[in-house]
């Protein structure tokens, strides 16, 4: 089955650590983002790529960083400079950037400062 | 720059009844606005997306509508069942292919059985 694989499904980290959130497609799709979502506040773009090799920042990507080495996999590391990581954070994928069409989310990972 | 907003932010129902989710966008110059549902810990699944050329999509007892000079979209849900308890999440992409979509912050239904 095609889909996205976001791991792990819980984690912590304790203050000053960086951790890497892990988000693998198997669709094919070009592009690929990192939303992260906050109670109430509904999604916020982190990072996109539209391409491997190449990624832009979306509206809060202070204190995160991303790498698109592979076509299928768009990791996310949440460095210790971002001072309120507590959240839930969902990769989606689309064939192409921006339109909106076929976009499909992983189930997210759920992101807890101990 | 466009905003998204979903009002009321919860929304709690009895079962069987008809109901109608609402979302704004300030922008009219859309590609598309997307409507998706969210259960609780888990991702987003599309349910419809209407194009700009369009003014309703349908799918079961789902039924999307757009009006893009006024700037709204609704969600209508017949028949309403507890299984459709869910966050429901409206979103809009612009032209650009650069572009991203915008989400609104979502309404939290509850259907009471």
């Known amino acids: 089955d095609g889909g996205i694989t976001q791991s792990p499904k819980y984690l912590f980290r304790k203050e000053g650590q960086n951790v890497t959130l892990s988000c693998e497609q198997n669709?094919?799709?070009?592009?690929m983002y990192w939303y992260r979502q906050d109670p109430g506040q509904g999604l916020r773009l982190i990072y996109y790529?539209?391409?491997?090799?190449?990624?832009q920042k979306g509206d809060i990507a202070e204190g995160y960083s991303v790498s698109r080495e592979k076509k299928e996999s768009f990791p996310l590391t949440v460095t210790s400079a971002q001072k309120n990581p507590t959240a839930f954070y969902l990769c989606a994928s689309s064939p192409e950037g921006g339109t909106g069409y076929g976009y499909t989310f992983g189930s997210g990972t759920r992101l807890t400062v101990v | 720059k466009q905003e998204v907003t979903q009002i009321p932010a919860a929304l709690s129902v009895p079962e069987g009844e008809n109901l109608v989710l609402n979302c704004s966008f300030t922008d009219s110059a859309i590609y598309n606005l997307q409507w998706f549902r969210q259960d609780p810990g888990k991702g987003l699944t599309s349910l419809l997306l209407i194009q700009s050329s369009q003014r309703e999509q349908t799918s079961g007892r789902l039924n999307a509508s757009l009006d893009k000079s006024s700037g709204r979209s609704t969600l209508y849900i017949a028949a309403s069942q507890p299984g459709d308890s869910a966050t429901y999440l409206c979103a809009a992409s612009g032209y650009s292919s650069a572009s991203k979509i915008i989400f609104g912050s979502g309404t939290r239904l509850s259907i009471r059985p």
């Open positions: 669709l094919n799709h070009d592009a």
């Open positions: 790529s539209q391409i491997v090799n190449d990624f």
